[in-house]
């Protein structure tokens, strides 16, 4: 398995595997399948090459395996924040060492952007193995959303985690 940078060309692969992520996960994203197979190729071409985003994949192999992505803001206020988000491993796939290496290949790739210095994200309440995941990589919680998302089984909380960086020059 290996981690790197989704190109234009993996955008196909990409968009079914999200597409996946929403029907099999709909408790941990706020896109449902629908809204998103609705989006024309040139959308998941756009999210791949955006200047202010960045999605990793996970491969084993040609296959895509996993993903997460990565959002800079662009305004002066705010451009010291990234934002993760569009976690996802395919089931058969899971407990590898994938979300990891995915996560860890974002800090990284963070880390060498000059000036982010803060990482945040939300994750459902109750998934434990995503909030394991983000603690074991040095997010911490600092709030909860109340009703945040309508799923499938009902209402669900959103909690706010955020990591810091090391300050570049
Ligand atoms: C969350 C998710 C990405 C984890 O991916 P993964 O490849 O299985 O994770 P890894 O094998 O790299 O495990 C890394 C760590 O995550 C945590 N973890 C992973 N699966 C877990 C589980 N089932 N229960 C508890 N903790 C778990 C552990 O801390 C683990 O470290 P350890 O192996 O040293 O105990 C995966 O379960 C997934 O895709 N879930 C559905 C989508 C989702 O919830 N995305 C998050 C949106 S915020």
């Given at each position: 398995m290996h981690?790197?940078?989704?190109q234009p060309s993996d955008a196909t692969r990409y968009r079914a595997l999200m597409l996946e992520a929403y029907a099999l996960a709909a408790d941990a994203f706020t896109s449902?399948?629908?809204?998103r197979a609705a989006e024309p190729d040139a959308w998941w071409v756009k999210r791949i090459t955006h200047a202010h985003s960045v999605v990793l994949g996970a491969f084993e192999g040609q296959e895509l395996i996993g993903t997460v992505a990565l959002e800079f803001s662009a305004k002066p206020k705010t451009q010291h924040k990234a934002h993760v988000l569009g976690m996802y491993v395919t089931p058969a796939?899971?407990?590898t060492g994938a979300g990891r290496a995915?996560?860890?290949g974002l800090i990284t790739l963070a880390g060498q952007r000059?000036?982010?210095?803060v990482l945040n994200?939300?994750?459902t309440e109750g998934n434990d193995a995503a909030v394991n995941l983000y603690r074991s990589a040095g997010f911490?919680?600092?709030g909860t959303e109340p009703m945040a998302i309508r799923t499938p089984s009902g209402f669900k909380n959103k909690v706010y985690m955020w990591r810091q960086l090391p300050a570049t020059p």
């Open positions: 981690v790197a940078p989704l449902t399948p629908q809204e796939f899971r407990a995915l996560l860890d000059p000036g982010i210095q994200l939300t994750v911490e919680p600092f």
